[in-house]
């Protein structure tokens, strides 16, 4: 576990902002976000914690913000996702959801535990939400606050 935070901490002090892969024309913001050929994409329907946010596993910070990146840009990889946009939001993002080889992106972070159903805008991935739940994976696994909490 000690070991795990150090990566973590390391991954936070070394890189905080710069994580990103350029796969042809492609940024990973965070958790949720994506520059794709030069436009801005929110993940609709879900929510992942923000970059500086915290989560607490056997008493000990996690960036769960972070991690929640980390598990994006794996995810990913070298490949360039496919988006379906679905309008803009209220900072003049698109609002989409995304897919590598027709794999949800939303789904995968939802249900493996690193983003939440964002249930004030979609019901879409509310069971994808309870499976990961029901497991303890992820976040679901530390005590923490809700994103949308984090950010009042």
Known sequence: MKEFLLICFFLFSVSFYNIEVKAGDLRIIDGDTIILHGEKIRFSGIDAPELKQTCIKYDQPVYCGILAKEVLL?????????????????????LAECFINESSLSRYLVRSGYAFAYRK????????????????????????????EFRK
């Open 121 to 148: 805008y979609s019901t879409k991935f509310i069971k994808d939400e309870e499976y990961a739940k029901q497991r303890n994976l992820g976040i679901w696994s530390m005590k923490f606050k809700y994103p949308w």
């Open 74 to 94: 794996k995810r990913i990889g070298n490949k360039i996702p496919t988006c379906i946009k679905e309008g803009k939001d209220f900072y003049n993002r698109f």
